[in-house]
Structures are given as C-alpha cells and as structure tokens.
C-alpha cells in the first residue's frame, strides 16, 4: 500500500469513526477529542486530513451520497417494471439508512446542518429527480392511474418516505421500517396504478431485489 492509499485508508476510518459519533450523539454532542479516543487517531493526525470538525461532518455527508449512485444502479438493472423498481429501491434505501451508520450518521447531520458552520449539499434534489424518472417510465409502461402526474406524484413519494423515516427513527430506531414502509406503498400504490394490485405489487419488488432464489442441491 503506498502513500495515497494509506492516507486514503486513514480518511475512511476517520470518517466512519466520526460517523458512529454523529449518529450517537450528533453534531454539537461530538467533538475532535471524542472522534480521537473513539478512533485511536490523535486529534494532530485528525487535524492532517481534516481541517476542523466542521470539514469532517461534510465528508460523512458527502460519503452518504456517494452511496446513491450505484444503488440506483443496482435497482434499475432489475428486470422489473419501473414502478416495481421504484418500489424495490425504496426497500434498498430504507435498509441502508437502517444498517450503514455512516448513512445514519449523514441524514443526522443533514437535519442538524444549522449548527454547522459550513454549506452542506442539498438533500433531495437528485431523490426526486430519480423517483420523477421511474414515474414517467411507469407512466409509459401503462403502470399509472389516469391523471396521475409524475411530477407531482413524485414529490409526495418522496415526502411520504422520507417523513416515514424520520418518525421511525424517533419511534423506534427504524428497527420497523421495512413494516411501515410496506404499509405506506400498500397506501400510494392504490392511488398510482391503474388497477390497484398493491400487495402483488409490493411481493414482486421485494422479490426482485432479493435475487433470484437459491438453486436447490441435488438430493
């Protein structure tokens, strides 16, 4: 390992040992010594990479975001509809959010970005953007009711989700997100599809993002 990567590998842990903080205790609650003696870093090698905490909150929302992209492309190589893709993405976002703490971490420091001195990069634009594509596919594919602008539905998507996730975490940790969110599609997909068939809906994209099933071994 040379250099760059060592310093590369450093940033990593910093950040994800940053993270644990900030999805504990958030932003005012962490400091620079708190991220050293969770990390084993001084606060002089933290200094080396980042210039203050305010810098290192950013990278973790920053390493949220990266996290985005190759799950969308994850989802949209799914042989599905694009509603069900749309559906099954929603199920992929919600277990990072849930698992990742570098991921928790990021949607705490966004809902706390006052009290950070620093521009933090908007939330949502690049969401809705996604979700309006995968509505007007649906759109395309017969999938949508009649009046049924994706736009528009794509903003109460993703107003729908993301208020689910915010009062499940303060519920109950989001230990029962995949349950809430199965109870919040059951909900819009009767308002989105032209014949109603929300659980069959709902079986088929949860289906689809679990992979196929495993090939039994012969007896």
Do not use: N
């Not at 620079?32 to 080396?48: C, E, N, Q, V």
């Not at 509809?81 to 919600?94: D, G, N, P, R, W």
């Not at 959010?97 to 706390?112: H, N, P, Q, Y």
């Not at 759109?139 to 109460?156: C, F």
């Amino acid at each position: 390992m040379d250099v760059q990567e060592r310093a590369e590998a450093t940033r990593r842990y910093l950040v994800e040992a940053a993270a644990r903080l900030f999805d504990e205790r958030g932003y005012a609650g962490t400091s620079i010594s708190d991220i050293s003696a969770r990390s084993g870093r001084t606060s002089g090698a933290i200094y080396f990479h980042f210039d203050s905490k305010e810098q290192l909150a950013l990278a973790v929302v920053e390493a949220t975001y990266a996290t985005w992209p190759a799950l969308i492309a994850q989802v949209r190589a799914l042989p599905v509809s694009a509603l069900e893709k749309l559906v099954a993405l929603s199920f992929a976002v919600a277990r990072t959010f849930r698992d990742d703490v570098v991921v928790r971490a990021g949607s705490r420091l966004w809902m706390e970005r006052k009290a950070i001195e620093a521009p933090v990069p908007a939330a949502f634009g690049a969401w809705i953007e996604t979700v309006t594509a995968l509505l007007r596919e649906a759109g395309a594919e017969g999938d949508l009711a009649a009046g049924v602008a994706p736009d528009t539905a794509a903003l109460t998507v993703v107003y729908a989700f993301f208020g689910l996730h915010t009062v499940s975490d303060a519920m109950d940790g989001r230990a029962l997100i995949e349950d809430r969110l199965h109870e919040m599609w059951l909900v819009l997909l009767a308002a989105l599809q032209p014949g109603p068939a929300a659980a069959d809906m709902l079986v088929r994209a949860r289906a689809a993002l679990a992979g196929p099933a495993p090939v039994p071994l012969p007896a």
